[in-house]
Nanobody, 116 residues
C-alpha cells in the first residue's frame, strides 16, 4: 500500500519559515502530480500548492510569493518551503498524490502553528 508521510511541521513565530517534506513509498512518484493542501479549524480543506510530474507549479493566491513547492524524484519526496509565515497559515497540512489516471492518495497531515 502506497503511503505518504509528512514531516517538518511545528510551532513558528510570525515571519518565520518552515519546510515541510512528504515522502512517497510508491513506485510511481515521478509520474504523479503532487500537492499540498491545508485545513484550518472550522474551515474546508484548501489547495495550497501543486506540482506536475514535469515540474510546473501552481499556488493559492494567499501564499504566492511566500511558499515554494518542489520535488526530488530521486528521493520520492515533495517539499513545501514556507517563508514569511502568518497566523492565518495555521492549519494541518496534507500531502496529496495524483496518479496519471486520476486516483488520489493522502498523507496523515502535519500541524503548522504560527503564533507569537
Amino acid at each position: 500500500q502506497v503511503q505518504l508521510v509528512e514531516s517538518g511541521g511545528g510551532l513558528v513565530q510570525p515571519g518565520g519559515s518552515l519546510r515541510l517534506s512528504c515522502a512517497d513509498s510508491g513506485s510511481f512518484f515521478r509520474v504523479n502530480a503532487m500537492g499540498w493542501h491545508r485545513q484550518a479549524p472550522g474551515k474546508q480543506r484548501e489547495l495550497v500548492a501543486a506540482i506536475t510530474s514535469g515540474g510546473s507549479s501552481t499556488y493559492a493566491d494567499s501564499v504566492k510569493g511566500r511558499f515554494t513547492i518542489s520535488r526530488d524524484n530521486a528521493k520520492n519526496t515533495v517539499y513545501l518551503q514556507m517563508n514569511s509565515l502568518k497566523p492565518e497559515d495555521t492549519a494541518v497540512y496534507y500531502c496529496k498524490g495524483i496518479r496519471p489516471w486520476g486516483a488520489e492518495y493522502w498523507g496523515q497531515g502535519t500541524q503548522v502553528t504560527v503564533s507569537s
